[in-house]
């Protein structure tokens, strides 16, 4: 991932740090190039909430 697009991972990872988010998935692309590719990984197992 590019440099100029760490705060974008960052700000993802505070939400399941925090527990503010369970599951969620990210991809971005810059003219047709994909620039971040982001999900929770191990955090999609994690038990829901409810």
């Given at each position: 991932?590019?440099?100029?697009?760490?705060?974008?991972?960052?700000?993802?990872?505070?939400?399941?740090?925090t527990g503010r988010e369970t599951?969620?998935?990210?991809?971005?692309?810059?003219?047709?190039?994909?620039?971040?590719?982001?999900?929770?990984?191990a955090r999609c197992l994690a038990?829901?909430?409810?």
């Amino acid at each position: 991932m590019p440099a100029r697009f760490a705060p974008v991972r960052d700000a993802f990872h505070d939400l399941f740090a925090t527990g503010r988010e369970t599951g969620a998935a990210l991809s971005v692309r810059l003219d047709g190039v994909p620039v971040v590719e982001l999900g929770p990984h191990a955090r999609c197992l994690a038990p829901s909430r409810t």
